[in-house]
């Protein structure tokens, strides 16, 4: 069910979530390599559908050579941002299951020609849809200092970002930043000793950065979520995989407020927000991979499994 093209994270945890078993149209919103969509339709009886959303063209030809001859199964280009919208042509108003895997995956990682690792040598790029303008060189290049500031500190929560953010504006002053390993080295000299010599790469946490904003991985995804969840039939259920802390706030933050909407003071009497519960969080912490799948896979060490079901109307 693994493809060396991508290794699905918590499988049986989702699928455990998910139920594909009970049939319907379920949707996998970050398709990848189709690992988990190849366990959703592992699962899924006939008469099912599983759609498969995903913003990189290299992914949908993988999945589509994968997956494309179950006929249970659609693959779409976009963002699972417009899962609605995307969806709307096939005829589909709701769904049954949700599966979110956020995040760059295995294969845009270990692809050294699409500039997403800070360990391999590539032109600086980071984009997850190619078609699009924005690539990381004109963010590394062209932004204002003030800019790069406030995505390493914010995106990538890292704490010598105002280091790092000259430092790329003084060297591109001499000559433009254009691959990953002279990016990686700026940032590596910007920083203290101390700070070099720690456990993970000293570039790690600005290229997470400046990943998160090329594809806008945070913009508008608390609004995704909420559409997400009402993109639920009743008793549908969505389950969202998270790999850093920024994403993880925002999933267990609308899933709160949707399991718990009400605004009333504690003392009133009754409610009279109107505000009603929607959800049913189904993990109330999230779950974390098993020691076996983090031997074989170490980029499952960071993932954060949360997942809801949606209440009958």
Do not use: W
Not at 189 to 204: D, G, I, S, V, Y
Not at 277 to 286: A, C, S, V
């Amino acid at each position: 069910m693994e493809s060396t093209y991508h290794v699905p994270i918590m499988l049986n945890e989702a699928l455990s979530l998910l139920k594909p078993s009970r049939g319907g149209v379920f949707v996998d919103g970050t398709l990848g390599g189709g690992g988990h969509s190849a366990g959703i339709l592992s699962l899924l009886p006939e008469g099912g559908r599983l759609y498969g959303i995903d913003r990189d063209e290299e992914a949908l030809t993988e999945c589509g050579k994968r997956l494309g001859h179950d006929p249970r199964f659609t693959a779409v280009h976009g963002n699972f941002f417009d899962m609605r919208t995307l969806l709307a042509p096939y005829g589909v108003s709701e769904v049954n299951g949700i599966m979110l895997d956020l995040g760059v995956s295995s294969h845009q990682l270990d692809d050294s020609s699409r500039g997403f690792s800070y360990m391999a040598e590539a032109r600086l790029d980071m984009r997850m849809d190619r078609s699009q303008n924005i690539s990381a060189f004109e963010v590394v290049n062209t932004y204002p200092t003030a800019r790069l500031y406030d995505i390493i500190r914010y995106y990538g929560e890292e704490r010598y970002a105002s280091r790092i953010a000259d430092a790329i504006v003084r060297e591109r002053q001499a000559s433009p930043i254009e691959t990953t390993s002279e990016l990686s080295e700026v940032i590596k000299r910007a920083m203290p000793a101390a700070a070099r010599r720690e456990n993970q790469h000293p570039a790690k946490r600005t290229f997470q950065a400046i990943r998160i904003e090329v594809n806008g991985e945070l913009n508008g995804l608390e609004k995704a979520i909420e559409d997400a969840v009402r993109f639920l039939a009743p008793g549908g259920v969505i389950a969202v995989i998270t790999f850093h802390s920024l994403e993880d706030r925002v999933v267990k933050r609308v899933f709160k407020a949707l399991q718990n909407p009400c605004t009333c003071p504690p003392s009133a009497p009754i409610c009279t927000c109107g505000k009603v519960r929607e959800i049913e969080i189904l993990t109330n912490k999230p779950l974390t991979a098993a020691d076996p799948e983090l031997e074989l896979n170490p980029r499952s060490r960071s993932a954060k499994l949360r997942a809801a079901r949606k209440l009958d109307r």
